[in-house]
């Protein structure tokens, strides 16, 4: 009897390893999936700076511009545009 009970008892020691492997390639991967959608992130981020870095320079081109021209405030240009 006391045969039975140390298969059984080894069963479920087995039956716990798989699991725990099987949690372990789980989580390892969702570590990858996790590393290569913070690399997606990164890029993004990259090319949003840029893109954000290029638009205020824009901006500041803009801004010069209309200094020149003697607009210096944002009311004299909203009437420039409504006039046209």
Partial sequence: MLMYALIGL?????GIVGLQ???LFWIDRVYRERRTYLK???HRYADLNARLRSAELRIADQAGLL???GYKDS???ADVIEER
């Fill in 67 to 69: 200094e020149t021209l």
């Fill in 40 to 42: 997606d992130l990164e």
């Fill in 75 to 77: 009311e004299t240009w």
């Fill in 21 to 23: 492997f099987t949690y």
């Fill in 10 to 14: 080894s069963l479920v020691l087995v």
